[in-house]
């Protein structure tokens, strides 16, 4: 069966980076957009970033627009969030789901998340 993985949470300062993995198995990455979310506690999940399944289109939210980047490596099969400035209000259980379509208008598969911990 179709699945996505996500890695690479943890705690880090403010100002810290980390990078966040999607494993993708059972699907080609060319066959699907990957977009990133993002749930913090007592919040509605928000929408991070995405990547077009030709690689070649990213979208950002403006609240990590120029600090948060999407990258792909078909090779691996994973799509990879890095993450630079980061901030408390970054803190949230991360997702990447498969969508269909660019701009995304259904997404067809979702992983389970990974906690990112900002503290100041």
């Known amino acids: 069966q179709v699945q996505l993985v996500e890695s690479g949470g943890g705690s880090v300062q403010t100002g810290g980076s980390l990078r966040l993995s999607c494993a993708v198995y059972?699907?080609?990455?060319?066959?699907?957009?990957i977009a990133w979310f993002r749930q913090a506690p007592g919040k509605e999940r928000e929408f991070v970033g995405a990547i077009s399944n030709s690689g070649h289109d990213t979208d950002y939210s403006d609240s990590v627009k120029g600090r948060f980047t999407i990258l792909r490596d078909d090779a691996e099969n994973t799509i990879y969030l890095q993450m630079k400035n980061l901030e408390p209000e970054d803190t949230a259980i991360y997702s990447c789901a498969a969508g269909v379509n660019w701009p995304i208008n259904r997404y067809d598969y979702w992983g389970r998340g990974t906690q990112v911990t900002v503290s100041t």
């Open positions: 059972r699907i080609q990455l060319g066959w699907f957009a």
